[in-house]
């Protein structure tokens, strides 16, 4: 069967999420970055960002079966949650970092109650999903139930949640650990595509509109409502991971020194490394060049703090 509008881009998300993957597994795995756990969701997202149209595709080979309809729509309808959770890893990643030199009323277990949250809502919008799919198999139609409605409810709240944590955690700005502010800069960034996304989600679930069906609705207001917002998201994400100083064992002393028995520092080499030779090499790209503009500068911010 050759191929369609909604197949081609399928075929599309796969050729753009595939290195999107490889790059959050590095960053998931960068030493000093464990503590950041948003990176796990990152390669979560993009592994549904894969297998879901690999379903889609696969609907165009033999019999319809229903498993695969539902599976897609399963991995469309919950994608939001993944990205909540990338954010608020990335918040509680910042707050640890402010309270190393300054103490707040934010505290990391307000972000575990949104945590929560938005893992209950995931836990509806599957269930939900499963159930919309056993019907689509009997009516040919697909329509969201009560569950996926009470699961984007619960995530719209708790996005206007982390919107709120987002703008307390600005009054503390400055006592974020140099370096670290790009981090912030992505989760402020990336929050008005969350909420266009949020809005698209809102229309496929409680609007009875075929063109915002999550099956077989409007490809073009899907491409232009989720799927660029969602790959904006991740693009903004990972460029800010790479643009990160590389953490190491142990943090800077309060003057501002390193401490010089972590024969690992990667500040301070004794000799060059494998990832220093990448490093040269990945200089010479053009992409290269950008990331490279923000860690000099970085390190310019922590020079400056040493002296």
Same mark, same amino acid.
């Given at each position: 069967?050759?191929?369609?509008?909604?197949?081609? !881009?399928?075929?599309?998300?796969?050729?753009?999420?595939?290195?999107?993957?490889?790059?959050?597994?590095?960053?998931?795995?960068?030493?000093?970055?464990?503590? $950041?756990?948003?990176? +796990?969701?990152?390669?979560?997202?993009?592994?549904?960002?894969?297998? @879901?149209?690999?379903?889609?595709?696969?609907?165009?080979?033999? /019999?319809?079966?229903? %498993?695969?309809?539902?599976?897609?729509?399963?991995?469309?309808?919950?994608?939001?949650? /993944? !990205?909540?959770?990338?954010?608020? @890893?990335?918040?509680?990643?910042?707050?640890?970092?402010?309270?190393?030199?300054?103490?707040? +009323?934010?505290?990391?277990?307000?972000?575990?109650?949104?945590?929560?949250?938005?893992?209950?809502?995931?836990?509806? @919008?599957?269930?939900?999903?499963?159930?919309?799919?056993? %019907?689509?198999?009997?009516?040919?139609?697909?329509? /969201?139930?009560?569950? $996926?409605?009470?699961?984007?409810?619960?995530? #719209?709240?708790?996005?206007?949640?982390?919107?709120?944590?987002?703008?307390?955690?600005?009054?503390?700005?400055?006592?974020?650990?140099?370096?670290?502010?790009?981090?912030?800069?992505?989760?402020?960034?990336? !929050?008005?595509?969350?909420?266009?996304?949020?809005?698209?989600?809102? +229309?496929?679930?409680?609007?009875?509109?075929?063109?915002?069906?999550?099956?077989?609705? $409007?490809?073009?207001?899907?491409?232009?409502?989720?799927? #660029?917002?969602?790959? #904006?998201?991740?693009?903004?994400?990972?460029?800010?991971?790479?643009?990160?100083?590389?953490?190491?064992?142990?943090?800077?002393?309060?003057?501002?020194?390193?401490?010089?028995?972590?024969? %690992?520092?990667?500040?301070? /080499?004794?000799?060059?490394?494998?990832?220093?030779?990448?490093?040269?090499?990945?200089?010479?790209?053009? +992409?290269?060049?950008?990331?490279?503009?923000?860690?000099?500068?970085?390190?310019?911010?922590?020079?400056?703090?040493?002296?």
């Amino acid at each position: 069967m050759a191929l369609d509008y909604r197949s081609g !881009l399928s075929v599309g998300e796969i050729c753009i999420y595939s290195p999107a993957v490889l790059v959050g597994i590095y960053l998931a795995a960068r030493p000093g970055f464990g503590r $950041n756990w948003g990176w +796990f969701y990152l390669v979560l997202f993009c592994l549904a960002r894969i297998i @879901g149209p690999a379903m889609q595709l696969s609907t165009l080979h033999g /019999p319809p079966k229903a %498993s695969l309809y539902e599976g897609y729509a399963i991995l469309n309808n919950v994608a939001i949650s /993944p !990205l909540q959770l990338l954010i608020l @890893g990335t918040l509680s990643r910042l707050l640890d970092s402010i309270h190393k030199t300054y103490n707040t +009323f934010l505290k990391v277990w307000m972000l575990y109650i949104i945590y929560a949250a938005v893992v209950l809502g995931l836990i509806l @919008g599957i269930v939900g999903s499963i159930d919309a799919g056993n %019907s689509f198999e009997q009516k040919h139609v697909f329509h /969201p139930g009560t569950l $996926n409605k009470a699961g984007s409810i619960i995530l #719209i709240t708790c996005y206007v949640a982390i919107v709120a944590i987002t703008a307390l955690i600005s009054i503390f700005k400055s006592h974020i650990e140099p370096g670290e502010n790009r981090l912030y800069l992505a989760v402020v960034l990336t !929050l008005p595509f969350l909420l266009v996304r949020l809005v698209y989600t809102g +229309f496929s679930t409680f609007s009875y509109n075929p063109k915002f069906n999550i099956l077989d609705g $409007n490809t073009t207001i899907f491409i232009c409502m989720a799927l #660029i917002e969602e790959f #904006i998201i991740i693009i903004i994400f990972e460029v800010a991971g790479l643009a990160l100083r590389r953490q190491v064992k142990e943090d800077l002393e309060r003057a501002g020194q390193i401490d010089s028995s972590n024969s %690992s520092d990667p500040i301070q /080499p004794k000799k060059k490394s494998a990832g220093q030779i990448a490093l040269g090499l990945a200089k010479k790209t053009i +992409f290269g060049h950008i990331v490279m503009l923000f860690v000099k500068k970085d390190h310019g911010e922590t020079d400056m703090e040493m002296q």
